[in-house]
């Protein structure tokens, strides 16, 4: 199992960033994938996860009404539309994939997830 993120950046407070995470090698017909943070010094955190089957979301309070997690099966790619950016957002963000049926909370704990991609910095300038 591989996966690729990308689409971090440095953007202003208020502005906008798509991720994008392409999954390879996965071969259970249903999971989940995740997206996490992790700011310098802190633990890594869960933001939003999504369900390849049918498209449950879940979503962490820091995340809710900014940020807006969506999938392209064909591609196999999920996305991490965030918007309204603050400079708290600033971090390393990963995606990750496991066999997770369950699309709430529980799918935002890191150590649920095997396979992880390598993160990319998002930072957001105040």
């Known amino acids: 199992v591989q996966l690729q993120a990308s689409g971090g950046g440095l953007v202003q407070a208020g502005g906008s960033l798509r991720l994008s995470c392409t999954v390879s090698?996965?071969?259970?017909?249903?999971?989940?994938i995740a997206w996490f943070r992790q700011a310098p010094g802190e633990g890594r955190e869960g933001v939003s996860s999504?369900?390849?089957?049918?498209?449950?979301?879940a979503y962490a309070n820091s995340a809710k009404g900014r940020f807006t997690i969506s999938r392209d099966n064909d591609k196999n790619t999920y996305y991490l539309q965030m918007s309204s950016l603050k400079p708290e957002d600033t971090a390393v963000y990963y995606c990750?994939?496991?066999?997770?049926?369950?699309?709430?909370?529980?799918?935002?704990?890191?150590?649920?997830?095997?396979?992880w991609g390598q993160g990319t910095l998002v930072t957001v300038s105040s």
């Open positions: 999504i369900s390849n089957k049918d498209g449950r979301v």
């Open positions: 990750a994939v496991d066999r997770i049926l369950l699309i709430d909370s529980y799918s935002l704990i890191a150590d649920r997830y095997d396979y």
């Open positions: 090698g996965v071969t259970w017909d249903e999971y989940a």
